[in-house]
C-alpha cells in the first residue's frame, strides 16, 4: 500500500457532493489524522458488449478497485471519554454510511496539487485503545476506490473557438478563485495538460451555432465527428461524457443525440499524459461558438 507523511500534509477533508460542506479532518475540528494508506489497484480483464470511446467493441484491461486506510485520533485525552468525544466518532459514522459515494481530498506533501479520490464506505471500526501513546483514540475509517484512480480536486476548463481570428485565442484556466486566463496562440485549437500519469476522461460541451463540429485530439490523431448537417443554434449545447459514452443536448442526460455522432470515422479520445492540442472545426460556425473542455489532471 502507498503511504503518506502527515506531518506535509496541510488537512485531509470528506466530501461529498450532495451533503453538507467538507468535513476537516484536522485538530481544530477534534480530529487528528495517524495513517492514509491508498491500496494497490486490482488488475482486471473487462469485456464490453458495447463500443468503446474509440468507436470499437472494447476489450482491454484496466486497473480496478483498491482499499483506501484512513486512521483517524480523536483529539480527547485518555483515560475520560467526554461527550464530544462520542459526537466526533458520531460524525464520523454519519460519513461513512456504505449508500454513500463521496471524495476524499488530501495533498502529498507542501506545495503539491490538491487530490481527490472517489470512495464507498467498506466500514468504520470500534474505538481501537492505543496504551504506548494515551493522548488519542484511533478510529479506522476503510473505503474502496472502485475506480483506481487519483483526480485532482480542482476542475481544469479548456476553452477552444473555431477558426479563431488572430487575437482570439483558446484559453485554459482552474474552476478555483482567483481565475487567471493565461494567453495561448490558437486559430481554432488550444493546449490541454494532463499533469497525471493515467488518461483523463473530459467532459466535452459543443456550443452552437455550428454545423457538422469535429473536435480533434491532434496528439493522438482521435477525433469526435458529428454529422456534416446536424446543427445547433444559438443558445444551445451538446455534452459529451467521454467516461460514460454519451451524448445528450443542452444538459439533458435524457435527450441523447449520440445518433448524430458520423460513423465510422467517429474516434472517442481521452487527454493522454502530457500535452494534448485540441482542434476545433466544423463545415460552418459562427461566433459565439466554441467547445468548453472540462477534466481533472489523472493518476494511477
Known sequence: MRAFDFELVDTIAIDDPWYLPNLMLTKAYGYVPQSFNLGFQEVRSVSY???GYRGKVDETKLSGARAVLLVVGLAEELPDVSAYDYQLEEVLRAWMQPRKRIFLHFTEHANSIRKRVSCVSRGINTRAKNFTQREYEYIPLLWEDPRGITESADLIVAEVFPNAPSGAPGRTYTMAYNRSYPAIESTGSVEVTNLGNEDAMPLIQIHGPTTGPVLTNLRTGDA??????YALTAGN???VDVENGLVYFNGNVDDSVHHQLKVPDNEWW??????????YSSQASDPPS???IQYRHTWS
Open 49 to 51: 458488449n458495447r463500443t
Open 224 to 229: 469526435i465527428v458529428f454529422k456534416d448537417a
Open 237 to 239: 449545447y451538446v455534452t
Open 270 to 279: 481521452t487527454l493522454v499524459p502530457g500535452v494534448n492540442t485540441i482542434r
Open 290 to 292: 466554441k467547445a468548453v
